[in-house]
């Protein structure tokens, strides 16, 4: 398994939709995970951190599911706003701070 | 939070030449980053530069190719040296202070002719 794994989609869904990502990570020993949101042509920007079960910030939910090894991304009444790619953050195997990115998963909100 | 400000925006270099990319943090950090990111693809990390000693770089990644200043806690500088198309990309600066939560600057936009 790779260290993180992402449906790079498109996920395609209508205004008002609630749409899941999950990311699937291999490093059994992770406590803390990450999800940024990267705008097209812009950088990538801290979304939500996920430390034990899950975390919750308006309309977005990120959970984790440690026996599975996946955390999900959870986003309920899509405005056209939350078009952009978002990309899955695991710590790498080994204690370093350094992050492992998902190539990202895209997701377009139409009218 | 760190706000993080890069230096080109954007350049277009010719091949054989080299370019230095600046990255000022408006605080002390511990860790700094540089990634390469190509159009539609996800971040590539370049190397991790340490301040005070020589930057630990990633398989496929080499000093004399991507020379990495850090001279204190809140400055980097990545030189893309003998430049040729294939380093033509965005390359990204981040900044973390101790923890996986990272802050990026907005990008270099390269392109290598």
């Known amino acids: 398994r790779k260290e993180v794994e992402q449906d790079p989609g498109p996920f395609n869904v209508p205004e008002g939709a609630t749409v899941a990502f999950n990311c699937t990570y291999s490093n059994s020993a992770s406590q803390s995970f990450f999800w940024y949101r990267q705008d097209c042509r812009k950088e990538p920007k801290l979304l939500m951190s996920v430390y034990s079960s899950g975390n919750e910030d308006g309309r977005f939910t990120a959970q984790l599911n440690r026996a599975s090894q996946y955390i999900s991304l959870l986003i309920r009444d899509s405005k056209l706003s939350d078009s952009a790619t978002y990309l899955c953050?695991?710590?790498?195997?080994?204690?370093?701070?350094?992050?492992?990115f998902g190539r990202g998963t895209s997701l377009i909100v139409h009218p | 939070s760190a706000v993080i400000s890069q230096k080109p925006s954007r350049d277009i270099c010719q091949r054989g030449t080299s370019l230095t990319i600046q990255c000022q943090v408006d605080s002390q950090v511990t860790m700094m980053f540089w990634y390469r990111q190509q159009p539609g693809q996800s971040l590539t990390l370049i190397a991790t530069a340490n301040q005070g000693s020589e930057a630990t770089y990633e398989s496929g990644f080499v000093i004399d190719k991507f020379p990495i200043s850090r001279p204190n806690l809140t400055f980097s500088t990545l030189t893309v040296s003998n430049m040729s198309p294939e380093d033509s990309s965005i390359y990204l600066c981040s900044a973390g202070a101790g923890s996986y939560e990272q802050y990026f600057g907005p990008g270099t936009r390269l392109t290598v002719t």
């Open positions: 953050v695991v710590p790498r195997s080994g204690g370093s701070y350094i992050p492992t």
